[in-house]
């Protein structure tokens, strides 16, 4: 295999991402189950934001955002069953990302924290988990983080 991987992106055009850059989603990410291999795509003006790039699909693609950038008490219950698949051999092998809805107003950008992204940072291989706590929900406010008290996100009306 080489070790850059070009595919075309809709919006972005010919893509060209590091082999190891390339996520395996065995079950697809929910609602885009058929949709295996994204790229994940790291632009330095757009940091803490990743691009999430389908290499299956050209249409199909994310924000997604490591949520303790912004929220560091973010740590929600994860058992053997939303890992299963992931086969981490260490806790220090699993990466949490979240996908972030963008809008025009700032106001109204929001990260899903009730349905993380696992990544098994050696395997690259990944899966959406939907949290059954109530502890967050989908729709957390970027711009709301300093009304939160000790690290809890706060819910975007």
Same mark, same amino acid.
């Given at each position: 295999?080489?070790?850059?991987?070009?595919?075309?992106?809709?919006?972005?055009?010919?893509?060209?991402?590091?082999?190891?850059?390339?996520?395996?989603?065995?079950?697809?990410?929910?609602?885009?189950?058929?949709?295996?291999?994204?790229?994940?795509?790291?632009? /330095?003006? !757009?940091?803490?934001?990743?691009?999430? &790039? *389908?290499? +299956?699909?050209?249409? =199909?693609?994310?924000?997604?955002?490591? #949520?303790?950038?912004?929220?560091?008490?973010?740590?929600?219950?994860?058992?053997?069953?939303?890992?299963?698949?992931?086969?981490?051999?260490?806790?220090? /092998?699993? !990466?949490?990302?979240?996908?972030?809805? &963008? *809008?025009? +107003?700032?106001?109204? =950008?929001?990260?899903?924290?009730?349905? #993380?992204?696992?990544?098994?940072?050696?395997?690259?291989?990944?899966?959406?988990?939907?949290?059954?706590?109530?502890?967050?929900?989908?729709?957390?406010?970027?711009?709301?983080?300093?009304?939160?008290?000790?690290?809890?996100?706060?819910?975007?009306?």
């Amino acid at each position: 295999m080489s070790d850059r991987v070009t595919f075309t992106n809709a919006k972005f055009g010919e893509v060209t991402v590091e082999a190891t850059s390339i996520l395996t989603f065995p079950e697809g990410v929910p609602g885009f189950e058929r949709l295996k291999r994204y790229g994940l795509v790291q632009v /330095d003006e !757009e940091a803490p934001f990743l691009r999430l &790039l *389908s290499l +299956d699909e050209p249409a =199909v693609a994310f924000v997604i955002l490591n #949520p303790t950038s912004i929220w560091p008490d973010y740590k929600p219950k994860l058992g053997d069953d939303e890992l299963q698949g992931l086969e981490l051999a260490s806790d220090e /092998d699993l !990466e949490l990302f979240c996908i972030v809805t &963008l *809008s025009s +107003d700032p106001q109204h =950008v929001t990260a899903n924290l009730k349905g #993380p992204i696992a990544i098994n940072t050696v395997s690259m291989q990944a899966r959406q988990i939907i949290l059954v706590d109530d502890t967050y929900n989908t729709k957390h406010s970027l711009l709301d983080v300093s009304k939160q008290k000790q690290g809890a996100p706060v819910e975007s009306r």
